[in-house]
């Protein structure tokens, strides 16, 4: 049968497959890759599958799950929607126009007869990415795959080769003070105005180093707890810090800047997601530049704010990949133009073959 990516797309984004509801979209790739006639692997509703044998291995990985619909979609969030050549739709963007730009690519060079020397090209399409909590797809499902020996991640990137990404340090500062009666304020040390002090002296504080993709370290407070009763001074006052790390500063570096700068005791609430980057000079990288070349695209490397499951092959050279605007991500006007969904097939194609023939 013809492998028709808009088709698979389509298909995927009909399917309201939300953290830990994968099955349904896990069921509709296992059926177009077997129909295609190419075995699928399956764990859960984690699917992979690929075409070739030997040692070295090119994995291409997406994501199958979305986040719920936000309040202002223009359309039906789970009915794709065609208008003036973009398709609409939660997911459309978020990821899955990449994971059916990675099926079709590799279905269709299998139906052509090509296969890689000397290796093997595998796709692996998993979970649970969005939550970004104790249990993620990609991790669980990896040991279980070929040995990677380079990767690509399906993320939206306007088809441009992000080769570094941020990483997340949550900080979580306790500030301790004494309680009293509210009336008798002066006889208790608030820790809420300690936390008030604290907050803004992040805000002031800055990192002297910059990585070149991914410029300066950012941070911002997200949540603050403290106080028991109107009526009590609080002895105890909690906020966190979501950091944005890059290669220049280890956690750790991190997190002592922080301790010497706040009056607050700072703990580590998640060290998990560390930042990961490639160099330019790696086999994944100038397969994907030479691919650009031979379609006469323009490919420009670049860093990503943006969290993705690079973070589990950050031992392996890596490229995060893939048609669609980020900024579209996560929001009611979530969609991609169609031509760019047809477009990175074509980079996925060319970028496997280029990878192959080094």
Same mark, same amino acid.
Not at 8 to 21: F, T
Not at 298 to 317: A, N, Q, Y
């Given at each position: 049968?013809?492998?028709?990516?808009?088709?698979?797309?389509?298909?995927?984004?009909?399917?309201?497959?939300?953290?830990?509801?994968?099955?349904?979209?896990?069921?509709?790739?296992?059926?177009?890759?077997?129909?295609?006639?190419?075995?699928?692997?399956?764990?859960?509703?984690?699917?992979?599958?690929?075409?070739?044998?030997?040692?070295?291995?090119?994995?291409?990985?997406?994501?199958?799950?979305?986040?719920?619909?936000?309040?202002?979609?223009?359309?039906?969030?789970?009915?794709?929607?065609?208008?003036?050549?973009?398709?609409?739709?939660?997911?459309?963007?978020?990821?899955?126009?990449?994971?059916?730009?990675?099926?079709?690519?590799?279905?269709?060079?299998?139906?052509?007869?090509?296969?890689?020397?000397?290796?093997?090209?595998?796709?692996?399409?998993? $979970?649970?990415? %969005?939550? *970004?909590?104790?249990? +993620?797809?990609?991790? @669980?499902?990896?040991?279980?795959?070929?040995? /990677?020996? =380079?990767?690509?991640?399906?993320?939206?990137?306007?088809?441009?080769?992000?080769?570094?990404?941020?990483?997340?340090?949550?900080?979580?500062?306790?500030?301790?003070?004494?309680?009293?009666?509210?009336?008798?304020?002066?006889?208790?040390?608030?820790?809420?105005?300690?936390?008030?002090?604290?907050?803004?002296?992040?805000?002031?504080?800055?990192?002297?180093?910059?990585?070149?993709?991914?410029?300066?370290?950012?941070?911002?407070? $997200?949540?603050? %707890?403290? *106080?028991?009763?109107? +009526?009590?001074?609080? @002895?105890?006052?909690?906020?966190?810090?979501? /950091?944005? =790390?890059?290669?220049?500063?280890?956690?750790?570096?991190?997190?002592?800047?922080?301790?010497?700068?706040?009056?607050?005791?700072?703990?580590?609430?998640?060290?998990?997601?560390?930042?990961?980057?490639?160099?330019?000079?790696?086999?994944?990288?100038?397969?994907?530049?030479?691919?650009?070349?031979?379609?006469?695209?323009?490919?420009?490397?670049?860093?990503?704010?943006?969290?993705?499951?690079?973070?589990?092959?950050?031992?392996?050279?890596?490229?995060?990949? *893939?048609?669609?605007?980020?900024?579209?991500?996560?929001?009611?006007?979530?969609?991609?133009?169609?031509?760019?969904?047809?477009?990175?097939?074509?980079?996925?194609?060319?970028?496997?073959?280029?990878?192959?023939?080094?």
């Amino acid at each position: 049968m013809a492998v028709n990516v808009l088709q698979i797309l389509e298909g995927l984004v009909a399917i309201p497959s939300l953290s830990r509801e994968e099955k349904a979209a896990a069921d509709f790739v296992q059926q177009t890759v077997e129909s295609a006639g190419v075995y699928c692997n399956r764990s859960g509703d984690n699917v992979w599958f690929g075409i070739g044998e030997g040692d070295t291995c090119l994995l291409l990985n997406s994501h199958l799950d979305v986040v719920p619909p936000s309040q202002d979609h223009p359309y039906d969030p789970f009915t794709p929607t065609r208008v003036d050549g973009r398709l609409f739709g939660r997911g459309s963007v978020d990821a899955k126009a990449s994971g059916s730009a990675m099926t079709a690519a590799v279905l269709q060079l299998a139906a052509e007869g090509w296969r890689p020397e000397g290796g093997r090209v595998v796709v692996a399409l998993t $979970t649970c990415e %969005e939550l *970004g909590g104790g249990y +993620n797809g990609l991790e @669980d499902t990896r040991p279980k795959l070929p040995r /990677v020996s =380079s990767a690509i991640v399906g993320e939206p990137t306007q088809l441009q080769p992000c080769i570094a990404q941020k990483g997340l340090l949550i900080l979580r500062v306790d500030c301790r003070g004494r309680s009293a009666h509210a009336a008798r304020s002066a006889e208790g040390i608030n820790a809420i105005e300690i936390a008030a002090r604290d907050i803004l002296a992040t805000q002031s504080m800055t990192f002297d180093k910059a990585d070149s993709y991914l410029g300066p370290v950012t941070s911002t407070v $997200t949540v603050v %707890e403290g *106080g028991t009763a109107r +009526n009590v001074v609080p @002895d105890l006052c909690k906020f966190w810090i979501d /950091v944005r =790390s890059t290669p220049v500063y280890t956690h750790e570096e991190l997190t002592a800047l922080f301790s010497d700068t706040l009056e607050g005791e700072v703990n580590v609430h998640s060290d998990r997601f560390h930042p990961v980057s490639t160099e330019s000079d790696t086999d994944i990288v100038e397969s994907v530049l030479r691919a650009g070349t031979t379609l006469g695209r323009e490919m420009k490397p670049f860093g990503s704010p943006t969290m993705s499951d690079w973070i589990f092959l950050r031992d392996v050279p890596c490229v995060k990949l *893939g048609p669609g605007d980020s900024n579209l991500s996560h929001t009611g006007r979530e969609s991609i133009e169609l031509a760019e969904v047809e477009a990175a097939v074509e980079v996925y194609k060319e970028t496997i073959r280029a990878y192959f023939r080094r």
